[in-house]
């Protein structure tokens, strides 16, 4: 069954060029097309069906920030990827507290985009290389910000698991960070899936929000 997209942007020109990219993969099927957040969450209102948003961040009458929240609340299963022309951290960082689930420049190919909804509709994480150069840099700088870790410390996560915790952070699959590391992808998802257990998550999503959300740095001792 092909994914049910719902396209969320002000551009018509971008729309536009969206459409055509996205119309020629047979995975994937465009359920509607909104020019704000408003318009977006009366369409779910109407038709739940949808598994996955692409969403512009600066739009008018209700921006994509804000929506994603909505969304985040109102629709917890549907999944969304915000679509920038912004390479600033604080756009990325706002939008995955806000709930998304992947960050995409508009200059992205069709490649990039169908991974991206490819490894989002399979509960991942997807983050524009780019992207995660910024936001990775801006969590390093908070390595000194409240002299440790904060909760990471209270589950005492070990010093391989900060390791696999913060690649992941960078946007790197399992198969990467194995090959970085030096160990099987099996070790790797061994140790996602304890982290995930200590600290009470569900997936590689909540992980980088929760990191976020407490500003906490996953680097090493």
Excluded: W
């Excluded at 994937?28 to 512009?56: H, P, R, W």
């Excluded at 969590?139 to 070990?158: I, M, R, V, W």
């Amino acid at each position: 069954m092909a994914i049910s997209i719902l396209l969320v942007d002000d551009h018509a020109l971008f729309l536009d060029g969206l459409q055509l990219m996205l119309g020629a993969n047979q995975n994937v099927a465009i359920k509607g097309v909104c020019k704000n957040g408003k318009e977006a969450l009366s369409f779910l209102e109407k038709n739940q069906t949808i598994d996955i948003i692409l969403m512009d961040i600066n739009m008018p009458i209700m921006n994509g920030y804000e929506t994603s929240i909505e969304i985040v609340q109102k629709f917890p299963s549907i999944k969304i990827v915000a679509l920038s022309m912004y390479v600033e951290h604080t756009n990325i960082k706002k939008m995955l507290e806000a709930g998304v689930h992947g960050y995409v420049y508009k200059n992205a190919d069709s490649t990039t985009l169908i991974e991206a909804i490819d490894k989002v509709m399979n509960d991942d994480y997807y983050i524009e290389e780019e992207a995660q150069y910024i936001l990775t840099k801006y969590l390093s700088n908070k390595k000194d910000a409240s002299k440790g870790y904060h909760k990471f410390k209270k589950f005492e996560l070990t010093k391989r698991e900060k390791e696999i915790v913060t690649l992941i952070i960078s946007g790197l699959t399992n198969q990467e960070i194995a090959k970085s590391l030096f160990v099987s992808t099996r070790t790797v998802d061994t140790h996602r899936k304890n982290v995930l257990s200590k600290l009470g998550l569900k997936n590689t999503a909540t992980l980088v929000k929760y990191a976020l959300d407490n500003k906490v740095y996953l680097g090493i001792d």
